[in-house]
């Protein structure tokens, strides 16, 4: 049966598993391993590619290790039992860890603080009360998102101009027909699809939002706009990618990162997307089931990361993310061994084909890593 001791004997043999792995690599002379431990199926809101589409790129591409996270959802192993009843040999696929990508409320952290939960029984009761927690806070910041669209000068010239209307109404009934929940990529999803019947152009609500920021009487929310417009002009022209239809880009510019109209309660509201805080579940509070791991945390927020180390049952690990790369993953590294963290590296894959898999040596993972990642599942099993 599809339920808890069904899963906490899959995680054991998981476990095993790799062990055996290890233990060949060793006599091959091998220090490390294929591995990839965040990716989305289409059980994210965001995420675009089947389970089996998941497992036949591992397999296409050399991956030994792969975990499924989720954004705060776990449904993918309802699918994954189904394949295994069904008489899909586990040794015919990648090994697969069980895991969830959580959305956390973390004040000092700000916006969109992520934790990853390895070697998770998906049929535990702490976890799935989270999740329906999670998935209620989610109506609540979609009712805030479209309270802001209200007030977002930018838009409501567009719309005025396009004669375009919203409604978060109008919203729900996009959500149920397409089956997600609400999230920031629905909802740039639900405003493109808007835009686009119009053939208004990403390019130009980005002139429009630039237009109001310049007049914005908050002096830190506009430096912290053009500090985050200079960086995707940068790199949209650098990476020679069109902005025009351009949901990404779009998502960046209505919902700019840590650009929370409540935090600037004393000046007018700009109808920023970006919602920091929306009854989501606090990190202090976070269930314990699993191995819990900070998902790509910045090397300027490390300090912030060992605050919490003692939440969610203990905190055993950073990552490092194909996604969010940059200069200091030597600081992460360092980090790492200060803390007696595991190391883990996540290609942050939603899509099949999304580009995060040109450099597999970037997903080599020392087999001491893994290693000491399935001791940290066992130590706790064993507790």
């Not at 269930?287 to 203990?314: I, Q, W, Y």
Request: glycine share 6%; aromatic share 10%; hydrophobic share 35%.
């Amino acid at each position: 049966m599809n339920n808890f001791k069904f899963w906490e004997k899959y995680n054991q043999t998981t476990a095993s598993q790799i062990l055996k792995l290890l233990e060949e690599a060793e006599k091959d002379g091998r220090n490390s391993l294929l591995c990839d431990l965040h990716i989305h199926s289409n059980h994210s809101s965001d995420g675009k590619q089947t389970l089996d589409e998941i497992i036949e790129t591992a397999n296409k591409l050399g991956f030994k290790i792969i975990a499924i996270t989720d954004h705060d959802d776990v449904g993918v192993y309802d699918e994954l039992y189904k394949k295994i009843k069904k008489g899909k040999d586990l040794k015919e696929l990648p090994i697969i860890i069980t895991g969830v990508e959580q959305t956390v409320s973390y004040k000092e952290y700000g916006t969109m603080c992520h934790i990853l939960k390895l070697f998770i029984n998906p049929k535990d009761h702490g976890l799935n009360k989270d999740l329906r927690l999670l998935s209620k806070s989610y109506y609540k910041r979609a009712k805030i998102q479209f309270e802001r669209i209200s007030k977002n000068k930018a838009l409501q010239d567009v719309f005025k101009e396009n004669q375009i209307t919203v409604s978060y109404k109008e919203f729900l009934k996009f959500l149920k027909k397409k089956n997600i929940i609400p999230d920031y990529a629905p909802l740039i999803e639900y405003i493109a699809e808007k835009l686009e019947q119009k053939k208004v152009k990403t390019a130009y609500v980005y002139e429009k939002i630039k237009l109001y920021n310049s007049l914005d009487s908050c002096q830190q929310r506009k430096e912290m706009c053009n500090e985050r417009f200079s960086y995707l002009d940068n790199k949209y022209k650098t990476n020679n990618i069109n902005i025009e239809n351009n949901r990404r880009f779009l998502l960046s510019i209505l919902a700019v990162r840590g650009v929370d109209d409540d935090e600037f309660k004393d000046f007018p509201q700009t109808g920023s997307l970006s919602v920091n805080e929306y009854g989501q579940v606090k990190i202090s509070k976070l269930n314990e089931n699993g191995l819990t791991l900070f998902a790509h945390p910045g090397f300027d927020k490390l300090s912030l990361v060992k605050m919490a180390k003692d939440f969610g049952g203990g905190i055993v690990g950073i990552e490092k993310n194909f996604k969010s790369q940059h200069e200091h993953f030597d600081e992460l590294d360092n980090f790492a061994k200060q803390e007696n963290f595991v190391f883990t590296i996540g290609s942050d894959a939603h899509s099949k084909g999304d580009g995060v898999y040109e450099d597999l040596q970037f997903y080599l993972t020392q087999t001491k890593q893994i290693k000491k990642l399935v001791d940290e599942f066992r130590r706790k099993s064993f507790d």
